[in-house]
């Protein structure tokens, strides 16, 4: 045994002996021997890999319309290790920089080390890159590169959809080695939630450099290069058509819409007012810009249509009825006697008359508001709390976009949080009507509304449907579908009454009766202490076969029935026109609708042409 | 002082004096190379302070009963099965391989610790009585124990670290006293496997030799013939395996084989290494100085190719004092595994020892253009933690066995 060991040793000494004179050989003919020649690689004649930004993918409507493309636009850099500070007024009058720019950037970027390029000037000139190139040889050290930036092709702005860029800094590095200082990087929108669809991959391009680091070539002709792959090119949901038409309608008010298609869940027109110009952020932003902005009271770059939330008001009884009925609370043919007000307690809630016994049909249509109180104790708050989850209140809807609210329906539990164990059950009363401490955003109120239009089930609301692979082939994303498990029955009960709503005889929204298309819905008015009422409405059509669900809310703007609900009917008539749902009618037919109406279908009308 | 004159005859200051010259080469590597990356320029405070977890932990472990390590076996080895599939699920991707947990200040990498849980499952598998090695039954069981986690590592993917498995399974069997036709049986398959990737004529070349081999060994004809059959099936299973593979899965395990066929990665960083370390000379172009280094034509340059850093700024001077100082380590641990009676522990000493020798062979074979380019650390210079501090448990591990060598006798 230890005779045998020690030859095993013997033979484990061996081999590392081996491996010592192997690799120590190695070292001397490369230190020693092969010294100069790779001496000589290294002063005059590296290569150096140089990093190929990918083109990031661009934006298609619905109708394969392009929204966002690709523009390229120049931009000078410094290399601080061989360039010559001497040269800074030159170079500053050359690219009219105001004075001591380039000392002041170039402090800035000291920590970066000497070899890391500095961006000095962004979108320069193509007569001030002419001369550069001319005089290259008096500007060691400075070069410039083409850089992308986005174009917006689009006849509406989608500011909170679409997003913009934003450079790179140390701690989006440290988060993604992806990125080096200096790269695009989605800031907010869809340009955020798709950043890594987007931004494609990076290529390398080899180059041979001398000993003061100026390119003398392309290593072996580039054969050798790895071309970059451009991003996604993503498709979305959104309608040119709808989007434009919500767009003027809100102009000037502060407020949201959107427009879902039923079937899909996708995003058919989204808009949150005020917004903002997103040109403006594709250069450097101007600073007066970027403070007007900030000091808006409105606050532009605030996303209203999913990170606002508001009470639903009388647009919430969609659900309220809904949920009575599945619970079994009341059925078709039950009825409520309203006297024309409500006490509990000692306090006393108002109806907008005395609608005497009510049906589940009557108070929807007339937006009773005694049905609502009363049912809601029936119900108990804990039900509805889990019944409006179904529906992604309360909870998150899943929208591609990365900031959202989930709103709040209150349970037994939250309430006994906020008031104790002897919390004041007549908070209950105003749960029934969407007032107190309900709140959802105007997203997930459209969602609700095209869940009841599509009986009871849609895919998670999306924005983007897909991609157009390299052969421009649509290629579609996978959602998750939403399944409330509502029965068809009770959901046609709810839509019965939403179509009186709007075409009943005592409809709340009756004025919105169109002879083109059948519409259903429900309105809202919530009183606001701060200033005049917010006004919405939901709903969709055609009644028989929904193509769209809306959810539209002003802001301090009056009633639901005023404002909202013909605003509704506008962007509802706009879509199904230019899908062909519904035939444009001569446009003597509709003398009731103002101007913009008829911008808008000439807007529409053009843009099938273009198709 | 009795205690002092004891503790310094056991203690082997050669091989703890040759580990510290080694660390103070890697910190002045690391720093030279960190200094002008902003995004890793603390990478030196981190590596001084995971230095200073390790060194508490070698001598906790050196001061342990050097019976505990045998107790260690069973939970060892399932500690790091699970971390090994946790990895996989909960992983972090860095560099392509989802192979570290995410602990917030330091990423851990479970395939560094579970090198040690499986060599010592192995030792102590090998050191059950009656073990014999020519039987089919008793390897194959021994390379279940030791390749399971192999495979696991082969998810992540991590192929250097596969490698140094292979290495330690088989300098095991060889310590123990595994006869040629055994070593022949271990050894057979995988070659032919990895044959069976450059092509058909390959594959047959292997067969011919395996053919050969079993003609000169002369066994029965059962044996031989299902030998053969094993021999045959491992080619056509990699075969199938490497058909069933993405393109990308399929790039990357050639990239291994041609580093050429990708320039990006593994070609171009060979190319530079070279560059930077042949351009050093007989003394360097001193610390700090490197062009090669300092303009970072080679990426990641502290961790897997930190040695070039040492020959271009040291020169070839500083290069063959480091690979002398490997080689003072290696034959010292050679000697502590020879003069150690116990086998389990003399098994484990070999194995700690396998698995320095073939980081070392792989590392250094790299950066110099003998082995293609594959990711895996020069154990006490290159940058982190992980690799830092299994490499100190494992040299507690040596410490203690030869601290105890003399009891045991």
């Not at chain 2, 057979?188 to 044959?195: N, Y």
């Not at chain 2, 029965?220 to 393109?247: D, E, G, Q, R």
């Amino acid at each position: 045994m230890t005779q045998l060991s020690s030859v095993r040793k013997s033979v484990l000494a061996g081999i590392i002996l081996g491996l010592f004179l192997i690799y120590g050989l190695k070292l001397f003919s490369m230190q020693i021997v092969f010294n100069r020649k790779f001496e000589d690689k290294s002063t005059d004649n590296s290569i150096k890999a140089i990093e190929q930004m990918p083109l990031r993918g661009v934006f298609y409507d619905r109708n394969l319309k392009l929204l966002v493309q690709n523009v390229p636009s120049y931009t000078v850099r410094i290399t601080p290790s061989e360039y010559d500070t001497l040269t800074n007024p030159m170079l500053e009058a050359l690219l009219q920089l105001p004075k001591d720019t380039i000392s002041h950037i170039m402090q800035k970027h000291k920590k970066y080390g000497k070899y890391q390029p500095v961006k000095i000037k962004k979108g320069a000139s193509f007569e001030e890159i002419g001369w550069l190139e001319e005089n290259s040889e008096r500007f060691p050290g400075v070069d410039y590169i083409i850089e992308i930036k986005r174009g917006y092709t689009n006849t509406f702005s989608a500011a909170h959809v679409l997003g913009y860029l934003k450079e790179t800094n140390e701690n989006d590095l440290k988060k993604d080695s992806f990125y080096t200082l200096g790269d695009n990087l989605g800031m907010n929108g869809i340009e955020k939630s798709y950043e890594k669809e987007l931004r494609g991959e990076k290529g390398f391009n080899y180059i041979l450099v001398n000993a003061t680091r100026r390119k003398i070539g392309r290593y072996k002709d580039g054969t050798v290069d790895l071309a970059s792959i451009k991003g996604k090119d993503l498709v979305l949901s959104l309608d040119s058509g709808a989007q434009a038409t919500a767009e003027q309608v809100m102009h000037g008010r502060s407020g949201a819409i959107i427009a879902i298609e039923p079937s899909s869940g996708e995003i058919l027109a989204f808009t949150s007012a005020p917004d903002y110009d997103l040109s403006k952020f594709s250069d450097i932003t101007p600073k007066e810009y970027m403070r007007d902005l900030i000091s808006n009271p409105l606050k532009p770059q605030f996303n209203r249509a999913t990170q606002s939330t508001h009470s639903p008001g009388s647009t919430f009884k969609v659900l309220v009825a809904l949920c009575g009925l599945e619970v079994g609370a009341i059925n078709e043919n039950s009825t409520i006697y309203c006297p024309g007000s409500y006490t509990y307690g000692n306090r006393t809630f108002k109806c907008h008359g005395s609608h005497g016994a009510t049906t589940v049909y009557r108070a929807l249509e007339g937006s009773c508001n005694v049905f609502f109180y009363k049912l809601i104790f029936e119900i108990g708050v804990d039900r509805l709390n889990e019944f409006a989850k179904k529906f992604k209140i309360g909870t998150k809807t899943g929208i591609d976009l990365l900031e959202e609210s989930k709103g709040l329906i209150p349970s037994s539990a939250y309430y006994e949080k906020v008031y104790g164990n002897n919390w004041p059950r007549g908070i209950l009363v105003s749960v029934g009507i969407g007032q107190g401490e309900v709140s959802m955003s105007p997203l997930q109120l459209a969602f609700m509304t095209a869940l009841v239009a599509n009986n009871g089930k849609s895919f998670t609301p999306h924005l983007v449907k897909g991609y157009l692979d390299e052969k421009r082939k649509f290629v579609p994303y996978k959602f998750d579908e939403v399944i409330t498990g509502v029965s068809d029955r009770n959901i046609r009960i709810i839509k019965k009454g939403m179509w009186l709503v709007v075409n009943g005889g005592g409809g709340t929204a009756k004025n919105i009766r169109s002879s083109e298309v059948v519409i259903a819905g429900k309105t809202g008015t919530v009183q606001n202490v701060h200033g005049r009422n917010h006004s919405l409405f939901v709903g969709f059509a055609p009644y028989d076969n929904p193509k769209i669900a809306i959810a539209v809310l002003f802001e301090n703007a009056g009633y639901g029935s005023e404002v909202a609900a013909p605003v509704a009917e506008e962007v509802i008539l706009a879509y199904l026109r230019s899908t062909g749902d519904i035939k444009p009618k001569p446009k003597e037919d509709k003398p009731k609708k103002d101007k913009k109406t008829n911008d808008t279908l000439d807007l529409i009308t053009a843009i099938e042409e273009n198709r | 002082m009795k205690l002092g004159g004891k503790l310094s005859s056991k203690f082997d200051f050669i091989l703890f004096g040759a580990v510290l010259i080694l660390l103070v080469f890697g910190l002045l590597a690391i720093y030279s190379s960190t200094q002008n990356v902003t995004q890793v320029r603390n990478n030196f405070e981190k590596q001084i302070f995971a230095l200073g977890l390790s060194l508490v932990l070698f001598f906790i472990i050196y001061g342990l009963p050097t019976t505990l390590i045998r107790t260690m076996v069973p939970w060892g080895y399932g500690v790091s099965i699970t971390l090994l599939i946790a990895v996989l699920i909960f992983g972090k991707t860095i560099g392509g391989a989802k192979a570290w947990i995410d602990l917030g200040p330091l990423n851990l990498q479970p395939a560094e610790f579970s090198k040690i849980a499986t060599l010592l499952a192995l030792a102590s598998y090998l050191e059950l009585k009656g073990q014999d090695l020519d039987d089919i039954k008793v390897i194959g069981k021994y390379l279940l124990i030791g390749l399971f986690p192999v495979a696991l590592i082969m998810l992540e993917p991590d192929l250097g670290s596969s490698l140094v498995y292979f290495g330690m399974l088989l300098t095991l069997l060889f310590w123990r006293g595994i006869s040629s036709f055994g070593l022949f049986v271990v050894l057979a398959p995988p070659l032919v496997m990895i044959s069976s990737l450059f092509g058909i004529w390959y594959i047959l070349g292997a067969f011919v030799i395996v053919a050969a081999f079993l003609i000169v060994f002369k066994r029965n004809i059962f044996i031989t013939s299902s030998l053969l059959a094993i021999n045959f099936a491992s080619a056509f299973f990699v075969k199938y395996f490497f058909n069933i593979l993405s393109p990308h899965q399929k790039k990357r395990i050639l990239s291994f084989i041609d580093p050429n066929s990708d320039p990006l990665g593994a070609g171009y960083n060979a190319i530079q290494a070279q560059i930077a370390i042949g351009s050093g000379g007989m003394w360097g172009k001193g610390f700090m100085s490197g062009s090669q280094t300092q303009l970072q034509f080679i990426p990641e340059l502290w961790s897997d190719f930190i040695f070039c850093v040492i020959g271009e700024e040291f020169g070839f001077f500083g290069s063959i004092i480091v690979i002398s100082l490997f080689l003072v380590v290696f034959l010292r641990i050679l000697k502590i595994a020879g003069e150690t009676k116990n086998e389990f522990l003399s098994l484990v000493t070999v194995g700690i020892l396998s698995i320095f020798v073939i980081h070392f062979a792989i590392n250094i074979g790299m950066v110099v253009g003998i082995v293609p380019v594959i990711g895996i650390p020069l154990p006490f210079v290159s940058y982190g933690g992980s690799s830092l501090l299994s490499n100190f448990i494992m040299l507690g591990v040596v410490f203690n066995i030869a601290r105890s060598k003399q009891v045991i006798n």
